[in-house]
């Protein structure tokens, strides 16, 4: 069913849902001062940095970064988008949705059900073709994999043939056309379509909503690549999901994630007791998918292979955790061996020493940095200390850059001075490098607004820029969130673009008809935006300004809310007044000291 989101059904979730009460309902939540701090629910801390303001009605963690209203948490916490994260509130709070009468997008609506659908057919169909195929079920078996765990994981088998799945799917009332769409089937050579996943074992991939959204198939012969996977569709987007996160997700306080390479290492782990392992699909890890670890788990294990590849797959991993804030530990098993392979030869206690046993993200750097020098000459331990020196230069804790200086100097002989030394050269060097592209950023911009009605401009090309573009999007969203549009149209285009973009690659002038067909945005609104002349305007140039305007136009605001509190104070008794006053005083002063900085 569709429904009405407009300024009146976001504002009666803000009043409706107390967004402390909200959030405590995830998160151990403690009064400080007049806000309240916690764990952050995103990414892994010891310390609280998490702070819910009740006046306000927002959230911020001074660690991560995340922040929004009650909207905005929702999407993060349920893995929501926006309008599945409006209903949720709605549905929890007794609000009532107004339906809309109008048609949105139902192809694509009609078109998703419909691929979730297929995939849970063939994922049946699949695990019926396990059953009755002994040299499929017979390899699960010497691979040590009992029937509850082929049920809990729906493991099936694509049998050796061309059209078995098609012709079960066309029986099924599906149409090659669609079943092609879903990556169910391709188009051969000679334009017949046939399977697409052929005597392959078939690991159906599950959201966290209990959804088949794609397969990776391994081979059971030596043909290549020995797996292969489900091409992105309109449900599925491998950069986007994990393997086993449906599993995690259940689990209510998840400790930890181990990251491995691929799903018989996860399945060798379930079914020795370990259920909190997740692999990327048939890629390497992306931002997303280190974004969706942060949320499901405290630490993070990076247990790939240790040959080659899977050493160079562990260290663009640690690079992307760290970028989101995770600092991972590294397991290296013993032999050279898998974690499937470890996990059938040593057990579950083994490995769990294993991880009591893994070395920080540094000293896993620095130990590869090793094997590629001769200590024992001159000139290997220069370009050893050189490497190390680099690396350490990068780490933002300055504490624990000390901290390995020191180790470093003791454990190899090296002067902790020339480590220092060549840290701070190395900073400098990239400080000036900063300097030389300030100074382009600095040439002159640009004056694309006039004071009229300077906000709806800003807004408007912000969402202008937003149509353009996934990279400006990305960019957009990075800096700025959803919330903080004014205007619920901005916000309502802003929020459903990142579903968007996740499917699609061109420009979104269908995505903007169907929003006015439901009566989501005005039309009028996106006349205006189409009306924008873009080209007179570099984005790169003026991205910084349209977001500053943004951000300060609200401090602003809030700023003249506050001062309006103060007035109203002179009706209140002195008693009650002093404590108020200086609460808003304080946030008065904060205000300001972001402004400056703006």
């Known amino acids: 069913m ?6 009146n059904l976001l504002d009666e979730i803000r009043d409706r849902a107390d967004i402390v009460d909200l959030i405590s309902g995830y998160v151990n939540l403690k009064k400080s001062g007049s806000n309240y701090l916690g764990l952050c629910p995103f990414h892994n801390e010891k310390t609280p940095s998490f702070s819910v303001s009740k006046s306000k009605g927002i959230f911020k963690c001074f660690g991560c970064g995340a ?4 909207i905005t948490f929702i999407m993060k916490r349920e893995n929501l988008g926006f309008r599945e994260a409006v209903k949720f509130l709605a549905d929890k709070y007794g609000i009532e949705l107004r339906e809309n009468k109008n048609t949105y997008d139902r192809e694509i609506i009609d078109k998703k059900k419909r691929a979730y659908e297929a995939n849970k057919e063939a994922a049946l169909h699949y695990l019926k073709n396990l059953s009755s195929t002994k040299s499929a079920y017979d390899y699960l078996k010497n691979r040590q994999i009992d029937s509850a765990t082929i049920n809990a994981y729906g493991i099936g088998y694509a049998k050796d043939s061309w059209d078995d799945l098609l ?3 066309k029986k099924k009332g599906y149409k090659e056309e669609e079943l092609e769409e879903f990556n169910l089937v391709v188009k051969s050579k000679r334009g017949s379509y046939i399977d697409r996943f052929r005597n392959r074992i078939m690991f159906p991939i599950i959201d966290t909503n209990k959804r088949v959204i794609g397969f990776g198939g391994r081979n059971l012969d030596k043909s290549l690549p020995k797996y292969i996977n489900t091409k992105d569709t309109i449900i599925f987007n491998k950069g986007k999901h994990l393997y086993n996160l449906n599993i995690i997700a259940k689990e209510s306080d998840r400790e930890k994630i181990i990251l491995v390479e691929g799903y018989m290492d996860v399945i060798s782990l379930y079914k020795s007791g370990i259920n909190y392992s997740a692999a990327s699909l048939g890629t390497s890890l992306t931002i997303d998918q280190a974004d969706l670890i942060k949320r499901y788990g405290k630490q993070v294990y990076i247990c790939y292979d240790s040959d080659k590849a899977g050493i160079a797959a562990t260290v ?5 955790l760290i970028s989101e804030n995770i600092y991972p530990k590294i397991v290296t098993l013993t032999d050279g061996l898998d974690p499937d392979d470890y996990i059938k030869k040593y057990g579950k206690l083994s490995f769990e020493l294993e991880l009591k046993n893994a070395l920080t993200y540094l000293d896993y750097k620095i130990l590869k940095i090793k094997e590629n020098y001769n200590l024992e000459s001159s000139e290997g331990l220069s370009g050893f200390t050189s490497d190390v020196a680099e690396i350490l230069s990068r780490v933002k804790n300055p504490i624990e850059r000390d901290i390995y200086s020191d180790k470093v100097s003791k454990e190899y002989g090296v002067s902790r001075n020339a480590i220092i030394s060549y840290i701070n050269i190395l900073n400098r060097n990239d400080i000036n490098k ?4 300030d100074s382009i950023k600095r040439s002159p911009k640009p004056k694309i607004f006039k004071p009229v009605d300077k906000r709806k401009k800003v807004e408007n090309y912000l969402i202008g820029f937003a149509l353009e573009s996934e990279y400006n999007f990305n960019y957009i969203s990075k800096n700025l969130e959803s919330y903080e549009f004014l205007n619920t149209n901005s916000r309502i285009i802003f929020e459903e673009l990142a579903h968007y973009y996740l499917i699609n690659n061109t420009k979104p002038d269908k995505f903007l008809k169907n929003l006015i067909q439901m009566d989501l945005v005005d039309e009028n609104y996106i006349n205006d935006i189409k009306n924008i002349d873009l080209k007179a305007s570099d984005f790169d140039l003026v991205k910084e300004e349209l977001i500053n305007t943004i951000k300060i136009d ?5 700023r003249m809310r506050i001062l309006k509190e103060i007035e109203s104070l002179e009706n209140l008794k002195s008693a009650d007044k002093s404590d108020k006053l200086n609460y808003l005083i304080e946030e008065l002063e904060e205000i300001n000291k972001q402004i400056q900085s703006l």
């Open 434 to 437: 900063k300097k030389r592209i």
């Open 67 to 70: 922040g929004g209203d009650q």
């Open 554 to 558: 609200n401090l602003e605001n809030r």
């Open 316 to 320: 663009r991993a640690i690079d992307i």
């Open 167 to 169: 012709n079960y799917m």
């Open 2 to 7: 569709s429904y009405i989101i407009d300024d």
